[in-house]
């Protein structure tokens, strides 16, 4: 069974500031880990993604995570929040082979000028 | 972006009815997904495809059917709408060589 809780369902930084999302999972297996964003009205898009290859993963925009086995946490940063980074963040975690994702409730990003 | 559609992207309905959306890709991809978005709940698996006739039950899937009977095509039928539906829906679709999903733009169902 897989679960991944995302610690903070809002977030608010100034822009400039760090950005910080937690992310903590449990799998049996060891896992594909994702970060996916959600701007308002649209669906979700990848972010980046861990595959068991480099423990700190760059994505899109700027964006960063690291995963750290022996706490089971895969946060999200980033170094300085810009005002189009507003959205809502989803962590989700997979089994290897099986394809489904497990979504976190997700963390809600406000930035302010 | 990938090549996902829905459709309706939005509807109401009445309580009792059926509805039926479709989510269709040009990607060619092998996994299909239906989800539920509400607040406070994230993303909810309601059905899923591992291919054409190749169908699941997700984790909330009480009064939800779904069919596949083309690659492109995945249908998610409620047959009698319930107010506890209003949701927002999600299609995704992904390849099992990697396992990210890319995502629908939603459909916006209100049940009245």
């Known amino acids: 069974a897989q679960s991944v809780t995302q610690l903070g369902s809002h977030v608010s930084v100034s822009e400039g500031a760090l950005v910080l999302l937690r992310c903590n999972y449990s799998?049996?297996?060891?896992?594909?880990l994702f970060w996916y964003v959600q701007y308002p009205n649209q669906g979700l898009q990848l972010l980046l993604k861990?595959?068991?290859?480099?423990?700190l993963v760059k994505g899109i925009n700027g964006f960063e995570a690291e995963f750290k086995k022996s706490e089971t946490s895969f946060h999200l940063t980033k170094p300085s929040a810009h005002m189009r980074d507003a959205a809502e963040y989803f962590c989700a975690v997979s089994d290897s082979n099986a394809g489904k994702s497990t979504f976190g409730d997700g963390t809600t990003l406000t930035v302010k000028p | 972006d990938a090549g996902i559609t829905q459709s309706p992207r939005h509807k109401v309905t009445e309580t009792g009815t059926p509805v039926t959306l479709r989510c269709h890709q040009t990607e060619n991809h092998r996994y299909m997904y239906w989800y539920r978005q509400d607040p406070g709940h994230g993303l909810r698996l309601i059905h899923y495809?591992?291919?054409?006739?190749?169908?699941d039950k997700g984790e909330v899937s009480d009064g939800y059917s779904v069919s596949r009977s083309k690659t492109e095509d995945f249908l998610l039928t409620l047959e009698s709408a319930t107010s506890s539906q209003t949701s927002v829906y999600f299609c995704a679709i992904s390849e099992p060589s990697y396992n990210e999903q890319f995502f629908g733009p939603g459909t916006r169902l209100t049940v009245l």
């Open positions: 861990y595959t068991s290859a480099a423990t």
């Open positions: 799998s049996s297996v060891p896992p594909y």
């Open positions: 495809s591992y291919g054409v006739k190749d169908t």
